[in-house]
């Protein structure tokens, strides 16, 4: 072999190995690269991930933390006010929010006729149709065997956040079934005309009541605020019920007419009897203030009678004649004592003498 040949395959062999080291070199710097990023994402990962678990509550809410199905703390020490919070995040924690201000509803779902909530959004009313479907269409029965429609609405709010959360799967639910229950209760004891007309609204507040006393029972932890109850009865028989509904307030109508009238006659008749008592009153008053008087004169003129009877006969005598006789056309003379008729004599002058005259000699 020549010098030539044998420098030229020592150079050949020499940057062999240089081009190995620059292509591991330029692959540990990628795997650098990429170690680099995966290390990022990770961080970045697990920072999403703890930062997952930060929370708000509001000012009207509590929270509670479920641990894989348990609360974290007992009682109310287990209730997270208003402000931010961490937990781990799902699957290891839960958060439960519940509003404990914010006034909530439930709604029953028995007892109301068929209709679909974009109907109860538009205020669509679907036609009565001959009869009601046992399938589609609720209704309840009433004490008398009649049969009406009607819904209620109950309206409420949180009071105790653990018992509400923990004490049923589902409260509002437990609460829903309550509201049925107590319609089909109440209208078992209430006549139809009672139910829809006279009396809705004790109705409703027993209505109120028993599903109060169903819930105190169950320990909900909820305080009920109101209670909306709605009673129609089957639109079938609208026009037959609404007869009755006439009659019944023409029958108010005559029987308020007639107390009306009675009330007049007896004010009248009040009135009247207390005009006659006061006159009465009056000449009573007036009576016995006149027989006073005259008790008073006739003691006044007794003392002068005693002192001197015939004096006495003479001065109230005449002038009592004298007042009787004023206007009178007879004379009445009165009888002596001796039973003999009394006397009248007239003395008169005799007529004077005429002159004599020619004609009169």
Known sequence: ????????????????????????????????????????????????????????????????????????GEGQKALLGSGAHWAWPYPIDEVVKIPITVQQSVQSTTGWYFTTPEQELSGEEMPAGAGLDPARDGYVITADRNIIHTRATLFYHIDDPIRYVFNFSSASNTIQNALNESIFYVAARYKVDDAVYTDQGGFRDKVLQR?????????????????????????????????????????????????????????????????????????????????????GTFTNLLAKYQANPNLFAQQFFVPAVANVLTNSEKLFLPQRADGKPTELRLQLNREPPQPKTAANP
Do not use: W
Not at 16 to 37: C, H, K, N, W, Y
Not at 47 to 67: D, H, N, T, Y
Not at 212 to 236: F, H, K, S, T
């Open 1 to 72: 072999m020549s010098d030539h040949e044998h420098h030229h395959g020592h150079e050949h062999s020499h940057s062999e190995p240089q081009v190995q080291d620059a292509g591991t070199q330029a692959l540990a710097e990628a795997l650098r690269s990429s170690f680099l990023i995966v290390k990022i994402v990770m961080v970045i990962m697990v920072a999403g991930f703890f930062f997952s678990g930060c929370f708000q509550v509001g000012p009207s809410e509590k929270a509670i933390i479920l641990r894989f199905g348990k609360p974290v």
């Open 211 to 295: 599903v109060g006393d169903l819930i105190d029972n169950a320990r909900l932890g909820i305080v009920i605020d109101n209670c909306q109850v709605v009673n129609i009865p089957p639109r079938q028989l609208k026009s037959e019920f609404d007869q009755v509904l006439t009659s019944r307030e023409n029958r108010n109508k005559t029987i308020y007419d007639a107390q009306s009238k009675s009330n007049d006659i007896v004010f009248s008749a009040g009135a009247q009897a207390a005009g006659i008592t006061n006159e009465a009153e009056s000449s009573v008053i007036k009576y016995v203030t006149s027989v006073k008087a005259d008790a």
